[in-house]
């Protein structure tokens, strides 16, 4: 497993939020402005104050797995990608070590579309195989998880997801004892990028952020190069080269709820690191993101305007904007909102 790098942009606020979080007050009077609308177009100009600080934390890791008798490592064409039946909100990946003749499940409590550095636990279930026949699942494990730190995403969360994993556990069993690795990040060309939100505060309180608006797009994250907005999903109304019809049909505003009225919560989409471009015969078309300066921009908002369910907008969303540079494995905002 190779993480090329790691974009991480940093928010420490020390205060307090007012009453009706329109406004966040930091030490030394610095006020930022809630900026941005989460639910406008595809792809608008968001503007922020300068005077909240972002900083970039770029880290390169070239933690290349050898081949060890201590380290399981499922093939990337083995991989599968599911929910666990009868109604659990638990996602799983699957996949099989020829050498070792061994199938590794591991299971994640909650939605698909997440990252983590060690504090996020799968259960795992190992079993033996001689085919490669694997998708095991139970709810609950074989093996002792004592380590886990990586990403996984399921495609089947919609626009902005992909089945995508990167991730390394350290387990203890009857069946093997060792490292698993399970990576078809760096099989695929160009390689995908994860952007997320990590969100924690000293208070229970309902964080929002806007996961789909009238084209379908997620847009509690939005990408620029050069200062110009780069489409990173396929919008509904537009018509993919030999692909789709471009009608949207039942797209409409959708809300989610980051941290259920907790004190944190996190969310996170997979770039394809691709980008949309319009081309002389009326479609568009999906070529790779060149190499070089970005710029990610973050929104959460603490209210919302909710018709029915989940569907409806962000009011007054908040935004931070997070540079990083292509190519790279990991953006994130760091939101500590904590007093």
């Given amino acids: 497993m190779v993480w090329r790098s790691l974009a991480i942009g940093t928010l420490l606020l020390s205060g307090c939020l007012d009453a009706q979080r329109g406004a966040v007050s930091a030490v030394g009077d610095v006020v930022a402005d809630a900026a941005g609308d989460a639910a406008a177009d595809a792809s608008p100009d968001v503007s922020l104050r300068e005077d909240v600080p972002a900083t970039a934390d770029v880290r390169d890791v070239t933690a290349d797995v050898p081949p060890d008798p201590n380290t399981l490592v499922l093939a990337p064409e083995s991989l599968s990608f599911f929910y666990l039946p009868i109604g659990s909100v638990r996602h799983a990946v699957s996949g099989y070590d020829p050498a070792k003749g061994l199938c590794a499940t591991m299971v994640w409590w909650g939605t698909a579309g997440h990252c983590s ?3 996020e636990l799968p259960y795992v279930i190992l079993a033996e195989s001689d085919d490669g026949s694997c998708g095991q699942w ?3 494990g074989n093996a002792e998880v004592h380590e886990a730190m990586g990403c996984v995403d399921l495609a089947e969360e ?3 997801h992909m089945d995508l994993v990167d991730v390394e556990l350290k387990v203890t069993s009857a069946l093997f004892t060792g490292r698993v690795v399970a990576d078809n990040r760096s099989s695929r060309s160009p390689r995908p990028v994860t952007l997320g939100i990590r969100y924690t505060t000293d208070i229970p309180e309902d964080v929002w952020v806007q996961t789909s608006d009238e084209l379908g797009l997620p847009t509690w994250v939005r990408v620029r190069r050069e200062g110009q907005p780069v489409q990173i999903f396929d919008r509904c109304d537009q018509m993919q080269c030999g692909e789709s019809t471009g009608v949207c049909g039942a797209a ?27 081309t002389a015969a009326g479609c568009y078309e999906r070529v790779p993101a060149p190499p070089g300066a970005y710029v990610a921009t973050f929104c959460i908002a603490w209210k919302v305007d909710v018709d029915f ?5 962000v009011v007054d969303p908040f935004c931070q904007e997070v ?17």
């Fill in 117 to 119: 550095e060690g504090g």
């Fill in 138 to 140: 139970e709810y609950g």
């Fill in 158 to 160: 919609g626009v902005g």
């Fill in 252 to 278: 409409m505003p959708r809300v989610a709820n980051l941290t259920g009225g907790l004190y944190g919560g996190r969310i996170a989409l997979s770039w394809d690191g691709f980008v949309r471009r319009a």
């Fill in 309 to 313: 369910g989940w569907q409806g907008t």
């Fill in 323 to 339: 540079p990083f540079t292509l190519p790279t494995d990991i953006v994130f905002w760091e939101a500590n909102f904590g007093g």
